[in-house]
């Protein structure tokens, strides 16, 4: 009797390994088609619910309308925004202006009170002055009179006492006496003559 070969168990594993790995393709291709197939019905199937939801309203003109609604709104916004701007230089530039005013208003003010001091200390050494003359002697006094202007002799003589003026005016050229007596009367010609009678 001959021996039979043994037996590979090894070769229907392979084969069954084989059956499934085929099973597996052919489904993935089948699914595959298939699922592009409904993919592409249900967008034909969506399209249509668009152009039917679309509202009929909106014409182009209307896009249009709303384009240029956008655009002048730009526009605004940046008009807005070189006012805003302006608005800011001008308000710098209102603080230096009123910085300034304050300098010049201080500086008005320190030029007051200088030309107040000035003023006073004039003041005072024309009343020094005018004492000086009044106690002189008369002579020498009309001698100093006799060579100023009249208006100049008129401010002293203005300011003497009566008896001390007359004195002085006496011993004067008589053509000086009469100019610094106009210049004397003519300080009060201005005054309106109702109002001191009444």
């Known amino acids: 009797m001959t021996k039979k070969p043994p037996k590979r168990h090894g070769r229907g594993v392979l084969i069954v390994v084989a059956l499934l790995l085929i099973a597996s393709a052919a489904v993935r291709f089948g699914i595959g088609p298939g699922a592009a197939i409904a993919l592409e019905l249900t967008t034909e199937a969506e399209t249509p619910q668009i152009v039917t939801n679309a509202d009929p309203d909106i014409t182009p003109e209307l896009v249009e309308l709303l384009l240029e609604v956008k655009n002048r709104e730009a526009q605004l916004r940046e008009r807005e925004s070189k006012v805003e701007a302006r ?112």
């Open 87 to 198: 608005m800011q230089v001008l308000a710098l530039v209102e603080t230096e202006v009123a910085q300034d005013i304050k300098r010049l208003e201080d500086a008005e003010a320190k030029l007051r009170s200088t030309i107040a001091v000035a003023n006073e200390a004039a003041e005072s050494d024309i009343l020094r002055l005018t004492a000086v003359y009044e106690n002189m002697k008369s002579e020498q006094a009309a001698e100093l009179f006799q060579l100023m202007e009249p208006s100049f002799a008129a401010g002293f003589l203005g300011r003497m006492r009566p008896d001390a003026a007359a004195s002085i005016l006496a011993g004067l050229e008589a053509e000086l006496a009469y100019s610094i007596s106009v210049v004397l009367a003519g300080r009060n010609a201005d005054v309106p003559v109702e109002s001191l009678e009444q």
